[in-house]
């Protein structure tokens, strides 16, 4: 067995850490100079391996992520070279690499993140692309791991993620940050792939737990940095308050054996609080900037729950209220669902189960519709009716945890 390496490993430890903290950036710049995101992340790539063959010879530079920009660059002029660029261009390419040599500090330079994030949510690509494109370019994850969480395989997402790159540059997308004003008119779909890649429309039962887990922390991430990019915009908070809300109840979702806890069984104790602190900050945020819109309006009833922690109860009416704001601004099934729910514990079983009526011809395969009504006709009494529906619960849920929660409950009856 060979004896590991203490300056390889020092040096590949550097470079994962460079890569969290700076990717992003560095493929931004690239990209919005080069106006083309494949060559971009093939360039920083490119550079990366340069780094993990020739540090350990060479020593880690003063200025790690200096050194990645100023090689990505020399390997996009070099292909620039060798493609057959015109003779009058050569000069534009040296005067770029001079100035690429002075200014290669990533300090120094405008931070593209936003430009980059809003190109991959460009209005000529697939919405369902947006997310994975953003986690790619903007966080560096591979196919196969996005992959993994979208439930496709990696060959289909390493296509999918080629094609909607090709699709950016035939459409010659921009890689810039827009003006204010433009700004706020296209923001939005970044928001919805931050929230896709957290999880659509969190569902406190029925909710896989492995793919929310799955890019729970980068979207947590992505969001705060919004919150950094555009910070005028009351939504921006209002999706981080929403998803930090939710992660403060991470430890409390399973118990020691891995058993799934529904919101309302859930040791308030085990909440993180400076978690929870950081969300009421942004949603208090979100509110000052401008009426609640989507986002403000879930963390709000996020935060009603949160206040269970310091008062001991869920003040349902006030949830139920917050409910009918949401699926006034957006009537999704998730939201429907949860606001029958938010009804029933505020006015009653009956209550529940109307509003649920009113869902059935809509409900499918969605599972948390299901799990919803069998727990409102087992509280009306209903224990056939509750029973049928524990069973289209469980058959839809992908969490085993989940189905052994659903089956206990219908054991109840």
């Known amino acids: 067995?060979?004896?590991?390496?203490?300056?390889?490993?020092?040096?590949?430890?550097?470079?994962?850490?460079?890569?969290?903290?700076?990717?992003?950036?560095?493929?931004?710049?690239?990209?919005?100079?080069?106006?083309?995101?494949?060559?971009?992340?093939?360039?920083?790539?490119?550079?990366?391996?340069?780094?993990?063959?020739?540090?350990?010879?060479?020593?880690?530079?003063?200025?790690?992520?200096?050194?990645?920009?100023?090689?990505?660059?020399?390997?996009?002029?070099?292909?620039?070279?060798?493609?057959g660029v015109r003779a009058h261009a050569e000069p534009e390419l040296q005067r770029l690499l001079e100035e690429v040599s002075e200014r290669a500090d990533p300090d120094a330079l405008p931070d593209d993140r936003l430009g980059l994030?809003?190109?991959?949510?460009?209005?000529?690509?697939?919405?369902?692309?947006?997310?994975?494109?953003?986690?790619?370019?903007?966080?560096?994850?591979?196919?196969?791991?996005?992959?993994?969480?979208?439930?496709?395989?990696?060959?289909?997402?390493?296509?999918?993620?080629?094609?909607?790159?090709?699709?950016?540059?035939?459409?010659?997308?921009?890689?810039?940050?827009?003006?204010?004003?433009?700004?706020?008119?296209?923001?939005?779909?970044?928001?919805?792939?931050?929230?896709?890649?957290?999880?659509?429309?969190?569902?406190?039962?029925?909710?896989?737990?492995?793919?929310?887990?799955?890019l729970a922390d980068e979207a947590?991430?992505?969001?705060?940095?919004?919150?950094?990019?555009?910070?005028?915009?009351?939504?921006?908070?209002?999706?981080?308050?929403?998803?930090?809300?939710?992660?403060?109840?991470?430890?409390?979702?399973?118990?020691?054996?891995?058993?799934?806890?529904?919101?309302s069984d859930q040791d308030t104790a085990l909440w993180r609080e400076t978690t929870i602190q950081n969300a009421e900050t942004a949603l208090r945020r979100a509110l000052k900037l401008a009426p609640p819109g989507r986002y403000a309006l879930e963390a709000s009833i996020q935060s009603v729950?949160?206040?269970?922690?310091?008062?001991?109860?869920?003040?349902?009416?006030?949830?139920?209220?917050?409910?009918?704001g949401l699926v006034s601004h957006t009537p999704s099934l998730g939201a429907l669902t949860a606001r029958a729910c938010a009804h029933g514990e505020a006015f009653g079983a009956d209550r529940a189960l109307e509003a649920l009526a009113a869902l059935s011809d809509q409900a499918g395969a969605y599972q948390p519709f299901w799990a919803a009504q069998a727990h409102w006709l087992a509280q009306a009494g209903r224990g056939d009716e509750a029973a049928g529906a524990y069973e289209r619960a469980m058959a839809l849920s992908t969490d085993p945890a989940v189905r052994q929660y659903l089956f206990e409950r219908a054991q109840a009856l």
């Not at 729950?305 to 009918?324: C, K, P, Q, V």
């Open 305 to 324: 729950h949160a206040e269970r922690r310091f008062t001991g109860e869920t003040n349902w009416l006030a949830a139920a209220a917050l409910y009918d």
């Open 220 to 263: 947590l991430y992505l969001s705060r940095l919004l919150t950094e990019l555009t910070p005028d915009i009351a939504e921006v908070w209002g999706l981080y308050a929403l998803i930090a809300h939710c992660e403060s109840r991470t430890p409390a979702r399973r118990d020691s054996e891995g058993r799934f806890i529904p919101l």
């Open 1 to 83: 067995m060979a004896t590991p390496d203490p300056e390889t490993d020092e040096t590949r430890a550097t470079a994962e850490v460079v890569a969290r903290r700076s990717y992003g950036r560095l493929v931004a710049s690239l990209a919005r100079r080069w106006g083309d995101l494949t060559r971009a992340e093939d360039a920083l790539a490119d550079a990366f391996e340069r780094a993990l063959r020739t540090w350990p010879d060479t020593g880690l530079p003063d200025q790690p992520e200096a050194w990645l920009l100023k090689t990505a660059h020399r390997r996009l002029i070099d292909g620039a070279r060798q493609s």
């Open 117 to 214: 994030m809003l190109a991959c949510a460009h209005p000529d690509l697939d919405p369902a692309l947006h997310t994975p494109l953003m986690l790619q370019a903007v966080l560096g994850l591979d196919a196969a791991r996005i992959g993994a969480a979208f439930l496709v395989s990696p060959a289909a997402m390493g296509q999918r993620l080629s094609r909607g790159k090709a699709r950016l540059r035939e459409r010659g997308a921009r890689f810039e940050q827009p003006g204010k004003d433009e700004l706020a008119g296209r923001i939005t779909p970044v928001l919805n792939a931050i929230y896709a890649a957290y999880g659509t429309g969190w569902d406190e039962i029925g909710a896989s737990e492995s793919r929310v887990r799955g």
